[in-house]
């Protein structure tokens, strides 16, 4: 499977304890996203990176979330003392260079994967 | 700041039907994509078509095709002869595009999602 993957899928935890999520986007795309998913909602913007430069972080990424992309391959995303409001589902997209050419030549598009399911009891 | 807006929470279609699901959205900018993601129960989110906002002409494929209105700001999805398979939750997203080459991607806004069911 050449699909974006996500590890785990699903993730029961206690509140206060520490989560890792794993995402391994399509083989050299170079831009990563991570989104939130909670129930009834669109998914909403959390960070990019582009290689491994987070580019961008939406302000719902407090500081007791942290995301890398050390070799600009994997993701990893941390959520420190977890809290029932951090119960979601988190999405990871990847997303390839669009070709030479200017802003308009990518195809800009998104593939995403199948997401963790996060429940903090 | 941009914002999307699907009104219609739910919907439901016959088999073999048409239906069209509505979408708008709010911006200042002039460049930018619009998206409809399909995401099935239990099941990853997928793109089903896209139309770049410099283009005049709707974007189609195969069932799939958008009404774009740009002065209106509306992004509508028609779907033909609807299939069982096309049961989900449809997601319209806008992306603004980056001012230069090599700038910072931006990320998907995404509606609040309309739920589609389509009855035998």
């Known amino acids: 499977d050449t699909g974006v993957s996500q590890d785990p899928r699903h993730k029961i935890t206690k509140r206060g304890q520490n989560v890792t999520f794993r995402c391994d986007p399509i083989?050299?795309?170079?831009?990563l996203y991570w989104y939130r998913q909670t129930l009834g909602q669109g998914p909403e913007f959390l960070t990019y990176?582009?290689?491994?430069?987070?580019?961008?972080k939406s302000r719902l990424l407090s500081d007791r979330f942290s995301a890398e992309r050390p070799k600009g391959s994997f993701s990893t995303l941390e959520i420190q003392r977890t809290e029932q409001g951090d119960s979601a589902m988190y999405l990871c997209?990847?997303?390839?260079?669009?070709?030479?050419?200017?802003?308009?030549?990518?195809?800009?598009?998104?593939?995403f994967g199948p997401g963790t399911r996060l429940t903090v009891t | 700041a941009q914002t999307v807006t699907q009104s219609q929470p739910e919907m439901s279609v016959q088999e073999a039907e048409t239906v069209t699901l509505s979408c708008t959205y709010d911006?200042?900018?002039?460049?930018?994509?619009l998206f409809w993601y399909k995401q099935p129960p239990s099941r990853q989110m997928i793109l089903v078509i896209r139309?770049?906002?410099?283009?005049?002409q709707n974007a189609t494929e195969n069932r799939f095709s958008v009404n774009f209105q740009k002065a209106a700001k509306s992004f509508s999805l028609k779907i033909s002869d609807s299939q069982l398979g096309d049961t989900a939750m449809y997601f319209c997203?806008?992306?603004?595009?980056?001012?230069?080459?090599?700038?910072?991607?931006?990320?998907?806004?995404f509606g609040k999602g309309t739920k589609l069911s389509v009855k035998p």
């Open positions: 911006t200042s900018e002039n460049n930018y994509y």
């Open positions: 997209a990847s997303s390839p260079r669009g070709p030479s050419g200017g802003p308009f030549s990518g195809s800009y598009e998104q593939y």
């Open positions: 083989s050299e795309h170079n831009r």
């Open positions: 997203a806008f992306m603004k595009l980056p001012k230069n080459y090599g700038g910072s991607q931006g990320n998907l806004i």
């Open positions: 990176f582009q290689n491994e430069a987070q580019l961008e």
């Open positions: 139309q770049e906002a410099y283009k005049q």
